[in-house]
Every structure is written in C-alpha cells, then in structure tokens.
C-alpha cells in the first residue's frame, strides 16, 4: 500500500500570509494526486485534482504542485474561511490511500 | 443539480447490523462508481472500497472484508452499505462519494455523512 505522510501536522499562520502544506507518497504516484478541505462536521470538497488542476468554483489563492512523491497545496494569501483540515489522497493505484491530514488554523 | 444524500444517524449497540444509504440525484447513476469513505471521531479518512454501480460487483479494501457489504438499489439510484456485528471501533461518519476512473473525476460529489455510534 502506498503510505501519504502529510506535514505539518498543525499549521498556524496569520490571515493574508503564503502557506504550504506538504504530501509525501511512500512511492511514486505520477501526479495522481488530489487535495482536499474539510471543515468541521463537513464533507469533505475537493479543491485540486491531478496535482495542479484547480477544481471549478475553487479560489484560485489555492494552487498545488509536485511529482514523483512530493506534493505541496500552496495558499497564498490565507483568509479566515480557510480554517480547515487538508488531506491528499492518491489515486494512483490501489488500495487508494489518503494523507492524515494538516489542520490549519489562524494565529 | 448533483446531490449525493445519504440517511440520518445511527446508534446502534455492538454485535447488531446497520445500514447506510446513499441516493444519487442529477446524474445518470451508472455512470459513476460508488466509494465509501470511513472517517473515525477526530481522525482522518479512510477508503473503503467501491462498487461498480452498472454490474453492481463490489471491491473492499482489505481492513473492510467480512463484515462490510456494498450493494446497490439501481432503480433508486441508491447505493447501500451495511456493517454486521458491529463493534465499538465501527464508531465513526461514513461518507459515500462518486468517481469515474476514465475521467479522472475523484470525488467531486460526496454525501453528507452518516454517523453510525456503537454503544452498549
């Protein structure tokens, strides 16, 4: 199985500073890599698919990047609403597998 | 519009049975495959499986075989799972979301959750 070690685990940042999250595959998985936000009590919303393609309706303060088994989601100005845990997810091969999360709060 | 709707909570005692529904609407049901997604109280996801909503053959990941059934009420465009012999580490929200490999459309649409709470 492909393990998704996801850091930080806790991240604070203040509102309107650049934040990146970090995704590390325990193999390659060819960009087949997703990100997604969840608030509480919610479902989860897919916010970028295939690494660095921005989902429909998404901010486009959201951007990912990465290859091989590096992979960043990268807000660049961080505004309130975005106080939520972040999880990737692998698609690349089965069993899928996502990360355990970063939860990202403001200072 | 899409919506992916599933039932109300659920509190159960262990070693009885429970089932989750998820009722598609806005899409042609068999078009998409069906995943289940395990999210215990404070912690993070965890795939399931899926079942292929137009032959209905249902695939677990290796944590979810035995007790766990995927199956499907197509006319309803409804996918079911159901737990057996529940235990106390069943505890969680479970989502439905749909997918279609052959687009690359992971998880796009996902229900609300169903909180299923096993307790003596």
């Known amino acids: 199985d492909i393990q998704m070690t996801q850091s930080p685990s806790v991240l604070s940042a203040s509102v309107g500073d650049r934040v990146t999250l970090n995704c590390k595959a325990s193999?390659?998985?060819?960009?087949?890599l997703n990100w997604y936000q969840q608030k509480l009590g919610e479902a989860p919303k897919l916010l970028i698919y295939n690494t660095n393609n921005l989902q429909t309706g998404i901010p486009s303060r959201f951007s990912g990047s990465g290859s091989g088994t590096d992979y960043t989601l990268t807000i660049s100005s961080l505004q309130p609403e975005d106080v939520a845990t972040y999880f990737c997810?692998?698609?690349?091969?089965?069993?899928?597998?996502f990360g355990s999360g970063t939860k990202l709060e403001i200072k | 519009q899409i919506q992916l709707v599933q039932s109300g909570p659920e509190l159960k005692k262990p070693g009885e049975s429970v089932k989750i529904s998820c009722k598609a609407s806005?899409?042609?049901?068999?078009?998409?495959?069906m995943h289940w997604v395990k999210q215990a109280p404070g912690k993070g996801l965890k795939w399931m499986g899926w079942?292929?909503?137009?032959?209905?053959?249902?695939t677990y990941a290796d944590d979810f075989k035995g007790r766990f059934v995927f199956s499907l009420e197509a006319s309803a465009s409804t996918a079911n799972l159901q737990i057996s012999n529940l235990k106390n580490e069943d505890t969680a929200t479970y989502f439905c979301?749909?997918?279609?490999?052959?687009?690359?459309?992971?998880?796009?649409?996902w229900g609300q959750g169903t909180l299923v709470t096993v307790s003596s």
């Open positions: 079942i292929n909503t137009y032959t209905g053959k249902p």
């Open positions: 193999q390659n998985i060819n960009k087949y």
């Open positions: 979301a749909r997918a279609r490999i052959t687009t690359g459309d992971w998880f796009a649409y």
């Open positions: 997810f692998q698609h690349n091969s089965w069993p899928l597998t």
């Open positions: 806005g899409y042609t049901f068999t078009d998409y495959a």
